[in-house]
Nanobody, 128 residues
Framework: QVQLVESGGGLVQAGGSLRLSCAAS????????MAWFRQAPGKEREFVAA????????YYTDSVRGRFTISRDYPKNTVFLQMNTLKPEDTAVYYC?????????????????????WGQGTQVTVSS
């Protein structure tokens, strides 16, 4: 049984930092992609960041580029999202996503339907 378990969410003031973790079990995702999406109240789920297989090509949505950093621990099948200079508009439930299918194109990383497995989500709240 595949499981993705997120941790690290919480309440932080604007300008602060948080580090999200997502530990995967039951299957290796080293050859595929892992990503973070988020969903704010009343809004659709949106892409935040993604990272590829060994070599670690990364992708970010424009609103977080330069503030967030995605990384992976391949032996531990874990993905991280370091979030710095947080803004109130970053408030959302953050979801980890993973898929073992190799991918080569930007659209393979940023579209939610390209990921088979999802975590339960972790709340991030940024106060002004």
């Amino acid at each position: 049984q595949v499981q993705l378990v997120e941790s690290g969410g919480g309440l932080v003031q604007a300008g602060g930092s948080l580090r999200l973790s997502c530990a995967a079990s039951g299957r290796s995702f080293n050859s595929g992609g892992m990503a973070w999406f988020r969903q704010a109240p009343g809004k659709e789920r949106e892409f935040v960041a993604a990272i590829g297989s060994s070599g670690g090509r990364t992708y970010y949505t424009d609103s977080v580029r330069g503030r967030f950093t995605i990384s992976r621990d391949y032996p531990k099948n874990t993905v991280f999202l370091q979030m710095n200079t947080l803004k109130p508009e970053d408030t959302a439930v953050y979801y980890c996503a993973a898929d073992s299918v190799p991918r080569n194109y930007y659209t393979d990383y940023v579209n939610s339907w390209k990921y088979e497995y999802w975590g339960q989500g972790t709340q991030v709240t940024v106060s002004s």
